[in-house]
């Protein structure tokens, strides 16, 4: 990659020390003609990596434009596979990433005053990573918070599913069924405690089994 298109996609202004990287920047610091750069390369560039990389920075600056990008980029997964290896077990976390990128546009869109547009527009890219949770170890825990802090209950059934396609592999998806658990005993007590019961187990069974 460029340099010049490294630093477009992953400069952090000095004064922004709040920023981890430039997805994280507020908007005010965030100049118009730095969007405006980002968009160019995502409609002219070849390279998957640098597309998919545009892509999820304007999706994280609240750009609709880079959220349909981003979906395709999803849609062709192959493509994306490895671009965010976990740090400490290895495994592919590129959804993960995608995950918290999807919940910082709904964010900022919010912030925007695009609250109940941006409900709509999430609920596919979020909807298709709490899917694939189910056979990719990935962590979703964000996607709790997310439904948690917002209410937004359109996501519990397939939070529903999410749990009863990993309750049976816990040496995958580990910390991830209590957290499912977690919610979803919040949500619907009498779902998890069925589930619980039809696989012979109970909450407890869940509980530090992990560490």
């Known amino acids: 990659m460029e340099r010049k298109i490294y630093d477009l996609l992953n400069s952090v202004p000095d004064h922004a020390d709040y920023a981890v990287d430039a997805g994280d920047l507020d908007l005010e610091d965030v100049p118009e003609e730095r969007i405006?750069?980002?968009?160019t390369l995502l409609s002219h560039t070849d390279d998957?990596?640098?597309?998919?990389?545009?892509?999820?920075?304007?999706?994280?600056?609240g750009v609709h434009e880079g959220l349909l990008v981003l979906e395709q980029c999803m849609d062709n997964y192959k493509n994306i596979e490895g671009s965010y290896p976990h740090r400490l077990r290895g495994y592919d976390d590129t959804y993960h990433q995608v995950l918290m990128t999807v919940i910082r546009y709904f964010s900022n869109s919010a912030d925007s005053g695009r609250a109940q547009e941006a409900r709509a527009q999430v609920y596919a890219p979020l909807s298709k990573i709490i899917m694939s949770s189910g056979h990719m170890p990935f962590e979703i825990a964000n996607v709790f918070d997310f439904v948690d802090r917002e209410q937004f209950l359109e996501y519990v059934p397939l939070i529903k599913q999410h749990l009863v396609s990993i309750i049976d592999n816990p040496a995958m998806h580990r910390w991830k069924i209590?957290?499912?658990?977690?919610?979803?005993?919040?949500?619907?007590?009498?779902?998890v405690l069925s589930l619980l019961k039809?696989?012979?187990?109970?909450?407890?069974?869940?509980?530090?089994?992990?560490?």
Do not use: H, M, Q, Y
């Not at 405006?36 to 968009?39: F, I, K, L, P, T």
């Not at 209590?178 to 779902?191: G, H, N, R, S, W």
């Open 36 to 39: 405006n750069a980002v968009r």
């Open 48 to 61: 998957d990596t640098e597309r998919f990389l545009a892509a999820k920075l304007l999706t994280s600056w």
């Open 178 to 191: 209590t957290d499912a658990i977690d919610f979803l005993l919040k949500v619907d007590e009498p779902f």
């Open 198 to 211: 039809e696989k012979g187990k109970t909450v407890d069974d869940f509980k530090g089994k992990f560490d």
